[in-house]
């Protein structure tokens, strides 16, 4: 029977009124073959896709990538990408965002999405991480309470569900059905929490 593993989760708002968060979880090695970001990423569509039930559907698009809503040409977020990125033990697929009806439109040329690998002492480290993020649901530069609490409980809770679902059935796929994973809290940088 697989342990339980820790999903170590920090969701924050920067001084900026930008979003930064992280999501990330530690795979022993013998778990670790093959996992690199362009498998992160493949999975984790494939999880947009079946967590939403078919709701949002990632679609190429010259240049880039939507996740665009079912029936619509909608795209709820656009990047450009993804960028490979590698040095020693650390590699990433990095999405950058251009666009989509979930971002500030004066804002949309900022944030990204990075889902990579690590190799630790202990084993593979897992992460997601979006950072610079200008969410539509804030408003502006400088957001109302309201604004603020309307995000932290609907597009901020459903990321980061999404996020810790997508680890636990990364987990389960390579430890068994069985595996568990239990969400820690994480400080990497300092802001307002979501």
């Not at 939507?66 to 960028?83: D, H, M």
């Not at 990125?85 to 251009?98: E, F, N, W």
């Not at 593979?124 to 603020?148: F, I």
Request: charged share 25%; proline share 6%.
């Amino acid at each position: 029977m697989a342990s339980i593993r820790d999903v170590a989760c920090q969701q924050i708002l920067l001084e900026d009124s930008s979003v930064f968060s992280v999501q990330w979880l530690v795979l022993p090695f013998d778990l670790a073959d093959g996992v690199t970001p362009e498998f992160l990423l493949e999975r984790y569509l494939n999880h947009l896709r079946r967590f939403t039930l078919t709701l949002v559907r990632p679609r190429s698009e010259p240049g880039g990538l939507g996740l665009r809503l079912v029936g619509t040409r909608l795209n709820l977020i656009e990047f450009s990408g993804p960028e490979f990125h590698q040095d020693d033990r650390r590699h990433s697929a990095v999405l950058a965002i251009r666009g989509g009806i979930l971002v500030q439109p004066d804002r949309c040329d900022r944030g990204r999405l990075e889902l990579s690998t690590e190799e630790l002492d202990d084993g593979l480290r897992v992460e997601l991480q979006l950072s610079d993020y200008c969410p539509l649901l804030l408003g502006s530069a400088k957001p109302s309470t309201m604004h603020r609490m309307l995000y932290r409980f609907t597009q901020a809770a459903i990321h980061k569900v999404v996020t810790v679902r997508f680890l636990l059935r990364l987990y389960r796929e390579l430890a068994g059905p069985h595996a568990c994973v239990r969400v820690v809290p994480a400080q990497v940088r300092k802001g307002r929490p979501t």
